[in-house]
C-alpha cells in the first residue's frame, strides 16, 4: 500500500520520510525486499537527504520528580 502511494506521488508532489532505519536494511524489515528496493528508489530519486547524528534525547526518561514533556 505504502508502495502504492509512493509511487502515484513519484515526480508529481513532495513526500517527507523520516526514519531511523539505514537504506541498506529497509529489506529487513519489509516482507518484500525487491518492493522495498524499488520503494527506497523512488524515495531518493532527486530527494535531499538530511541525516542527522547524535544522542537521543527519548532514550532518556525525564528525571525524578520531573513530568514528560
Known sequence: MLYKI???RNQKK???L???VDF???GEYLPD????MAFLDRIVEGAI????KGRS???HGP???ERPA
Open 49 to 52: 537527504i538530511l541525516t542527522i
Open 14 to 16: 513532495s513526500t517527507a
Open 63 to 65: 528525571k525524578e520528580g
Open 33 to 36: 525486499g525487491p518492493v522495498a
Open 57 to 59: 534525547y527519548r532514550a
Open 6 to 8: 509512493i509511487a502515484r
Open 24 to 26: 541498506e536494511k529497509w
Open 18 to 20: 523520516a526514519t531511523n
